[in-house]
Protein backbone atom coordinates (compact mmCIF):
# COMPACT_ATOMS: atom_id res chain seq x y z
CA UNK A 1 0.00 0.00 0.00
CA UNK A 2 1.64 3.56 -0.62
CA UNK A 3 0.47 6.64 0.81
CA UNK A 4 0.64 10.65 -1.35
CA UNK A 5 0.38 13.20 0.95
CA UNK A 6 -0.35 17.08 -0.42
CA UNK A 7 -0.31 19.93 1.60
CA UNK A 8 -1.09 23.89 0.51
CA UNK A 9 -1.63 26.93 2.49
CA UNK A 10 -4.84 28.63 1.48
CA UNK A 11 -5.68 32.12 1.90
CA UNK A 12 -7.27 33.74 4.63
CA UNK A 13 -10.17 34.69 2.59
CA UNK A 14 -10.78 31.13 0.95
CA UNK A 15 -10.43 29.13 4.15
CA UNK A 16 -14.54 29.10 4.12
CA UNK A 17 -14.60 28.22 0.59
CA UNK A 18 -11.74 25.70 0.43
CA UNK A 19 -13.57 23.89 3.28
CA UNK A 20 -16.77 23.72 1.61
CA UNK A 21 -15.62 22.36 -1.28
CA UNK A 22 -13.61 19.75 0.70
CA UNK A 23 -16.73 19.17 2.76
CA UNK A 24 -18.52 18.48 -0.59
CA UNK A 25 -16.01 15.91 -1.94
CA UNK A 26 -16.90 14.18 1.29
CA UNK A 27 -20.03 13.75 0.53
CA UNK A 28 -19.77 12.65 -2.70
CA UNK A 29 -17.80 10.06 -1.68
CA UNK A 30 -20.19 8.99 1.54
CA UNK A 31 -23.10 9.20 -1.20
CA UNK A 32 -21.07 7.03 -4.12
CA UNK A 33 -19.07 5.25 -1.84
CA UNK A 34 -16.18 4.29 -4.61
CA UNK A 35 -13.68 1.11 -3.80
CA UNK A 36 -10.32 1.25 -3.25
CA UNK A 37 -10.87 4.67 -2.24
CA UNK A 38 -8.90 6.00 0.65
CA UNK A 39 -8.72 9.71 1.27
CA UNK A 40 -8.15 12.04 4.59
CA UNK A 41 -8.06 15.50 4.56
CA UNK A 42 -6.39 17.73 7.74
CA UNK A 43 -6.29 21.70 8.21
CA UNK A 44 -3.97 23.13 10.47
CA UNK A 45 -4.51 26.43 12.78
CA UNK A 46 -2.27 28.78 10.13
CA UNK A 47 -4.53 27.53 6.93
CA UNK A 48 -2.35 24.62 5.63
CA UNK A 49 -4.19 21.89 4.75
CA UNK A 50 -3.10 18.20 4.20
CA UNK A 51 -4.31 15.37 2.17
CA UNK A 52 -3.92 11.92 2.47
CA UNK A 53 -4.62 9.55 -0.33
CA UNK A 54 -4.31 5.82 0.01
CA UNK A 55 -2.59 3.84 -2.79
CA UNK A 56 -2.88 0.03 -3.28
CA UNK A 57 -4.42 -3.36 -3.51
CA UNK A 58 -6.77 -4.47 -0.57
CA UNK A 59 -8.34 -7.76 -1.24
CA UNK A 60 -11.77 -7.47 -2.94
CA UNK A 61 -11.06 -3.62 -3.60
CA UNK A 62 -9.50 -1.95 -6.81
CA UNK A 63 -6.91 0.54 -6.80
CA UNK A 64 -8.88 3.47 -8.96
CA UNK A 65 -8.13 6.96 -8.31
CA UNK A 66 -11.05 7.85 -10.65
CA UNK A 67 -13.45 7.11 -8.01
CA UNK A 68 -12.29 9.93 -6.85
CA UNK A 69 -10.70 12.47 -9.15
CA UNK A 70 -13.59 11.86 -11.58
CA UNK A 71 -16.49 13.14 -8.93
CA UNK A 72 -18.01 15.85 -10.05
CA UNK A 73 -17.62 17.63 -6.58
CA UNK A 74 -13.68 16.63 -6.69
CA UNK A 75 -13.55 18.72 -10.20
CA UNK A 76 -15.26 21.66 -8.84
CA UNK A 77 -13.11 21.35 -5.95
CA UNK A 78 -10.19 21.72 -8.12
CA UNK A 79 -11.52 24.31 -10.08
CA UNK A 80 -9.26 27.98 -9.22
CA UNK A 81 -7.50 25.70 -6.53
CA UNK A 82 -4.79 27.52 -7.53
CA UNK A 83 -6.67 31.18 -6.87
CA UNK A 84 -7.81 29.84 -3.68
CA UNK A 85 -4.23 28.83 -2.08
CA UNK A 86 -1.29 31.25 -0.75
CA UNK A 87 1.42 28.55 -1.05
CA UNK A 88 2.25 26.16 -4.15
CA UNK A 89 1.18 22.63 -3.85
CA UNK A 90 3.62 20.19 -2.41
CA UNK A 91 3.11 16.43 -3.37
CA UNK A 92 5.26 13.96 -1.57
CA UNK A 93 5.31 10.17 -1.55
CA UNK A 94 5.33 9.00 2.62
CA UNK A 95 5.90 6.21 4.56
CA UNK A 96 3.99 4.92 7.56
CA UNK A 97 5.97 4.57 10.34
CA UNK A 98 3.77 4.42 13.18
CA UNK A 99 0.07 4.16 13.05
CA UNK A 100 -2.60 3.14 16.01
CA UNK A 101 -5.72 3.24 14.75
CA UNK A 102 -5.97 6.03 12.55
CA UNK A 103 -5.27 4.72 9.30
CA UNK A 104 -7.05 1.41 8.89
CA UNK A 105 -8.36 -0.60 6.36
CA UNK A 106 -12.09 -0.36 5.64
CA UNK A 107 -14.82 2.36 6.22
CA UNK A 108 -13.98 5.13 8.77
CA UNK A 109 -16.40 5.53 11.93
Do not use: C, W
Not at 41 to 50: A, R, S
Request: aromatic share 8%; net charge negative; charged share 25%.
Amino acid sequence: MGYKLIRYSVKDTELEANRALVAKVFEALDETAPQGVRYLVLELDDGEFIHIIVEGHVVGEGNDASGLTGLAAFEAFTQNHAERRSTPVRRSPVRIIGNYHVLEAGKAG
